[in-house]
């Protein structure tokens, strides 16, 4: 399973008959932007273990300047 990059958010859309149908979508490290993941690692309200994640995805995708 891929590490997620943003709670779980379940989507309710409304059918055309009076019903909804609920959706659940995932966000996760490997789909997230660089920008995104840069930015979530130099904000000052991110906990030591999300910025390990984040550092370790970002070597994943070969990126060398892992600076905070």
């Known amino acids: 399973m891929g590490v997620k990059f943003r709670p779980s958010v379940v989507k309710t859309v409304k059918q055309g008959n009076g ?19 840069k930015d979530m690692l130099n904000s000052t309200s991110t906990l030591n273990k999300r910025k390990d994640k984040l550092r370790k995805e970002l070597i994943r995708r070969g990126i060398k300047d892992v600076s905070e």
């Not at 019903?19 to 490290?29: D, L």
């Open 19 to 37: 019903t909804t149908t609920k959706t659940n979508e995932h966000s996760y490290m490997s789909a997230a932007s660089v920008k995104d993941i």
